[in-house]
């Protein structure tokens, strides 16, 4: 799965141990596998990062991934992208986010989003997501904030997640804090009610 992985020259250092315990509990290392992994958390090298997720997206365009579907571990599949997705979102770099938002838009196919993933799943690994794109959304740079933007209307559009959690949360924020919106920056107002 991780050719490009292996063509970076770098050390791969090992996740810490909680990261990996709590990959192998929801099935994601399983899926990627230790290098992959590891290359994804590499915190020295965004080489290593950005080639962790582009051979994952590769390897989601293939016909490898099938495997799951046929085993009936499709929900390894599903949640293991979304993972791999939220992990690239949170990057500083907009090359591995702007990955991220495609693996999040191709996590949301029918071939793996299919009919063994429950809408409470979805719903569960999903909304982590949005609020990630939420905040990029009322970031200062352009393309991000209108990719983060496209990406959550394509969400909205294919109606995978109930749309009163997303109207709280633009309305009165993590937590359903009341929003002081006349304290608030007027890109902030502009781009929820933008959303809304």
């Not at 299919?114 to 990029?136: A, G, S, W």
């Not at 949360?169 to 781009?191: E, S, Y």
Request: hydrophobic content about 45%.
């Amino acid at each position: 799965m991780d050719p490009l992985v292996r063509q970076i020259k770098g050390e791969l250092i090992p996740t810490n141990i909680d990261d990996l315990k709590s990959a192998l509990n929801d099935g994601t290392l399983l899926v990627t596998g230790v290098r992959l992994w590891n290359a994804l958390h590499s915190e020295s090298s965004w080489r290593l990062r950005e080639a962790a997720v582009q051979a994952f997206l590769n390897f989601l365009d293939s016909d490898k991934k099938d495997k799951y579907r046929v085993y009936n571990h499709s929900e390894l599949l599903f949640v293991a992208t979304l993972q791999i997705a939220k992990k690239a979102c949170e990057d500083k770099l907009l090359q591995i986010y702007f990955l991220g938002l495609k693996m999040l838009l191709r996590a949301l196919e029918p071939d793996i989003c299919n009919d063994k993933i429950t809408p409470k799943m979805v719903q569960r690994e999903v909304m982590p997501l949005v609020d990630l794109l939420f905040t990029k959304i009322e970031d200062l740079n352009f393309r991000a904030k209108e990719n983060s933007l496209q990406t959550l209307m394509t969400i909205f559009e294919k109606k995978v997640i109930e749309m009163k959690d997303v109207q709280n949360k633009i309305l009165f924020g993590p937590g359903n804090v009341t929003i002081r919106w006349d304290k608030a920056p007027q890109r902030i107002v502009t781009t929820k009610l933008e959303i809304l």
